[in-house]
Nanobody
Framework: EVQLQASGGGLVQAGGSLRLSCAVS????????IAWFRQAPGKEREGIAC????????VYSDSVKGRFTIASDNAKNTVYLQMNSLKSEDTAVYYC??????????????????WGQGTLVTVSS
């Protein structure tokens, strides 16, 4: 059974930093794609970062590029999202998602078979 456990959310002031973690079990970690999505109240779920674990290829949405960094620790089966220079508009529930293959459209939620439960990030201005 594949399980994803997201953690690390919390309350932070604008300009601050947080690091989210996604612990993955039951998945062949070295040949999978892990992504972070977020969903703000009243908005659609947005793909913001993805890493392909066999070669550490990464991709970001324009909304977070240059501020967020996705990284994989294959030994720990964990993917991290380092979030710097946080803005109030980054407030959302953050989800990690995974699939056994490289997605054709990395930011599309329906490309991922497995999802974590979400962790809330609140950025105060």
């Amino acid at each position: 059974e594949v399980q994803l456990q997201a953690s690390g959310g919390g309350l932070v002031q604008a300009g601050g930093s947080l690091r989210l973690s996604c612990a993955v079990s039951g998945l062949t970690f070295g040949n999978s794609a892990i992504a972070w999505f977020r969903q703000a109240p009243g908005k659609e779920r947005e793909g913001i970062a993805c890493i392909v674990s066999d070669n550490d290829d990464t991709v970001y949405s324009d909304s977070v590029k240059g501020r967020f960094t996705i990284a994989s620790d294959n030994a720990k089966n964990t993917v991290y999202l380092q979030m710097n220079s946080l803005k109030s508009e980054d407030t959302a529930v953050y989800y990690c998602a995974a699939d056994q293959s490289r997605p054709l459209r990395w930011s599309a939620a329906d490309m991922y078979a497995y999802w974590g439960q979400g962790t809330l990030v609140t950025v105060s201005s």
